[in-house]
């Protein structure tokens, strides 16, 4: 059921179900982050694997002090600057984080989500809520409460509406390696203004074996259709035998073989673009078409987590 009724929500979450909540970013599949069934029923819904930890949700940075061993000054300083907003800071969590949540990590994925009406709820509950993005493991995220329905509507007790997400991509992840900070996932947050922040560059976790945001697997945001990354006018008339839909950057892409066409922005805006980039990824992927073929953005603020998904989704 899709609706806009806190108290509904609040006895659902209470009673350990599972809720689909608005945040800035994308929607969220939430449960109490206290009850580990409920948490547990999370990763089933999802589909997840339970060793892929979950993000923890509050709405002030007092809470979530309880939440965490301790703040390093930096972390602090990002968390008063852009909570609530699209950041989320990894840090070591205190015995109240039980380690379903954190996957048996040390570390605690924690943001305050920027949604009026997910902030109330935040405010009234008595506890945080886990939320993953809710789509089912390995697909497209959704922006909207329909995206939602159509996913995991079976499997939600409720969508809290919440309308259109604002920023339409998942939140950037900050941890901290001896005081540094270190980009875990590029996200709704541009890197350059947490740097211009702390008046410092930050540097892009290296690339180990150990894959320390699971998440982060090169196969992930994937539409049923195929994608291709390229430049839509050359490869749609390369191909001239299959059909296409096309995600553009900027321009209509009009040839014979093109089923349909979605521009991200036309004025080439890339916040514009990043809000429209998984509700356009999901309308391309009810076309029947060979494939998607997906056209990369300016690779600088948002453009650089709108190519990051990109090239996960053609990853398959
Ligand atoms: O914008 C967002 O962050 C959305 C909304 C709903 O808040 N949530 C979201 O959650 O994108 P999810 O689960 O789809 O992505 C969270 C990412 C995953 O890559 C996960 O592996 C990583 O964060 N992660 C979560 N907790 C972690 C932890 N304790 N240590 C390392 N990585 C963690
Ligand atoms: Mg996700």
Known sequence: MIGKDLQQVKALLLDGRLVAIPTETVYGLAANAFDSEAVAKVFEAKGRPTFNPLIVHTNSLEKATDYLLEIPPLAKE???????????????????????VTAGNDRVAIRVPKHSLTLKLLEELPFPLVAPSANPYQYISPTHPEHVNAQLGEKVDYILDGGRCEVGME??????DKGEPIIYRYGGLALEKIEDQIGRKIKAKENTDKVETPGQSALHYAP???????HPVSLTGVMKNKTFAV???QNRVIAPNVKECRILSPEGNLQEAAANFFDYLHALDQVEVDAIIAEQVPNSGLGIAINDRLARAAAR
């Open 78 to 100: 990002l968390a008063e600057a852009f909570w609530p907003g699209p950041l989320t800071l990894l840090l070591p969590k205190s015995e109240k984080i039980a380690s379903l």
């Open 171 to 176: 939140s950037t992840i900050i941890g901290f």
């Open 224 to 230: 049923h259709n195929k994608v291709i990354v390229g």
């Open 247 to 249: 995600l553009s950057f």
